[in-house]
Nanobody, 114 residues
C-alpha cells in the first residue's frame, strides 16, 4: 500500500525559507513519478515541482526560488523553498504516480506572513 508522509511545514516571514520532505513506502520508489502540489484557500490544486527521470518541472510561480530533490536510496523527495512570498501560503502535498495510479499525502501547511 502506497504511503506518503510530508513534514517540514510551518510559518515563516516573507523572504524566509522552509524545507519540506516526503517519506514514501509501499511501492518501488525509483519507478514512481514523484511530485509536489499545493492548494491555497479558494484555489485549485496546482503543480509546484515534479520529476520524471532526470527532468524536473517547476510551476512558473516558483521557478528560481524552489528546488526539488529526490533520494531513491532513502525513498524521499524534498522541496527547498527560498525567498518565500505570502502567495506561497498553501497546503503542500506530496504525490506519487505509480504505474498510472496516483496517491496523495496528507499535506503540510505552509504559511508565509508579510
Amino acid at each position: 500500500q502506497v504511503h506518503l508522509v510530508e513534514s517540514g511545514g510551518g510559518s515563516v516571514q516573507s523572504g524566509g525559507s522552509l524545507r519540506l520532505s516526503c517519506a514514501a513506502s509501499g511501492f518501488t520508489f525509483s519507478h514512481a513519478v514523484m511530485s509536489w502540489y499545493r492548494q491555497a484557500p479558494g484555489k485549485e490544486r496546482e503543480l509546484v515541482a515534479g520529476n520524471v527521470g532526470i527532468t524536473t518541472t517547476y510551476g512558473d510561480s516558483v521557478k528560481g526560488r524552489f528546488t526539488y530533490s529526490r533520494d531513491n536510496a532513502e525513498n524521499t523527495i524534498s522541496l527547498q523553498m527560498d525567498s518565500l512570498k505570502p502567495e506561497d501560503t498553501a497546503v503542500y502535498y506530496c504525490y506519487a504516480n505509480v504505474d498510472g495510479s496516483g496517491t496523495w499525502g496528507q499535506g503540510t501547511q505552509v504559511t508565509v506572513s508579510s
